[in-house]
């Protein structure tokens, strides 16, 4: 069994930073990669940011240079630092963790259950 437990959404006005935290936990093998995604009302869920365990990183081009992704592979937690925030990052966040549970076993997507973003103008 496999939980991921996220914390820091919360309301900011708009040009505000937040913090996020996605803690994984159970009996983790080997993890791929740790992710955020989010999804706005009325819309589809989109990756924000990812990164692998060897540390390289993917950013949609509308968090580039106001959103930085990190991990501690220690704790198998993913942190997403969002700088800078517009009311158009408003949407649920969700923590993603690519992993197994064993060797040979196949990887498998995880998912938080959401901490809602909420910028105001």
């Known amino acids: 069994q496999v939980q991921l437990v996220e914390s820091g959404g919360g309301l900011v006005q708009a040009g505000g930073s937040l913090r996020l935290s996605c803690a994984a936990s159970?009996?983790?093998?080997?993890?791929?990669?740790m992710g955020w995604y989010r999804q706005a009302p009325g819309k589809q869920r989109e990756l924000v940011a990812l990164?692998?365990?060897?540390?390289?990183?993917n950013y949609a081009d509308s968090v580039k240079g106001r959103f930085t992704i990190s991990r501690d592979n220690a704790k198998n937690t993913v942190y997403l630092q969002m700088n800078s925030l517009k009311p158009e990052d408003t949407a649920v966040y969700y923590c993603n963790a690519r992993l197994k549970l064993g060797l040979g076993k196949p990887y498998y997507d995880y998912w938080g259950q959401g901490t809602q973003v909420t910028v105001s103008s």
């Open positions: 159970g009996s983790i093998f080997s993890m791929r990669a």
């Open positions: 990164i692998t365990s060897g540390d390289n990183t």
